[in-house]
């Protein structure tokens, strides 16, 4: 019995430091998830589908040197912008890497801009942080090429 107590204690402090982090870890499939919703939002053009991936105070960097868009209100706003002119979006993507609650993506997307007919086509990396509780999107830092428009 003197024993026992030792390898119970042990066993509690094991599951209790474990078991958060294995529900709260980021996986390849939960990234392509995330990342089929993007797609869906994009390619539909909703701002509020898109919203509604990140947390409610999200930061959302699309260039480097910009002040990133805060919470969805700003994310919601910039999307509303940004995606106006576009028509018939095709966004793909594949994930590089997931470590911890961090995914990394590639992806390309191609579009029409409405107000000149232009072919756009864009290819870029995200660096994607999600909350663990929520498994919503916190982060979204990405970095992207342009060819046309």
């Known amino acids: ?3 026992a107590l030792p390898r119970l204690i042990a066993m509690a402090a094991i599951l209790g430091a474990v078991a958060p982090n294995a529900h709260a870890q980021l996986s390849t499939a939960k990234l392509e998830t995330w990342l089929s919703g993007y797609r869906e939002a994009w390619e539909k ?3 509020e589908r898109a919203a509604q991936l990140f947390t409610e105070d999200a930061r959302y960097q699309e260039m480097p040197f910009d002040a990133p868009k805060s919470g969805r209100a700003g994310i919601r706003e910039y999307w509303s912008g940004v995606t106006a002119d576009q028509r018939d979006v095709e966004f793909r993507s594949q994930t590089i890497a997931v470590n911890g609650n961090t995914g990394v ?4 997307a191609k579009f029409k801009q409405a107000s000149t007919g232009m072919t ?7 660096v994607l942080d999600f909350d663990p509780k929520s498994g919503l999107c916190s ?3 990405e970095w992207w090429h342009v060819r046309g428009g």
């Open 45 to 47: 053009r909703d701002a």
């Open 105 to 108: 993506a590639h992806w390309s």
């Open 120 to 126: 756009v086509e864009l290819d870029g990396v995200f």
């Open 1 to 3: 019995m003197a024993t």
């Open 139 to 141: 982060t979204l830092r």
